[in-house]
């Protein structure tokens, strides 16, 4: 084999598994979908803990 088509196939198996690696990244899985879920849930309760914070921060005031 010579190198000019050794180095044709390395690079063509390179840009296939490249291709593969983005293809495979559109698809998101059960794990990542219940990931995603958690991450909203916890953002969702931050932001009320910081409502409830802001209430009681104006009801001290007042």
């Known amino acids: 084999m010579t190198s000019q088509l050794a180095k044709k196939l390395a690079i063509a198996l390179l840009m296939a ?8 990244c559109d698809n998101q899985g059960p794990a990542e979908e219940a ?3 958690i ?4 953002e969702d309760a931050g932001e009320g803990m ?7 921060e104006d009801a001290a005031q007042n």
């Open 50 to 56: 910081e409502e409830l914070g802001e209430d009681i």
């Open 39 to 42: 991450d909203e849930s916890l």
């Open 35 to 37: 990931g995603e879920s």
């Open 17 to 24: 598994l490249m291709a593969g690696g983005l293809i495979a």
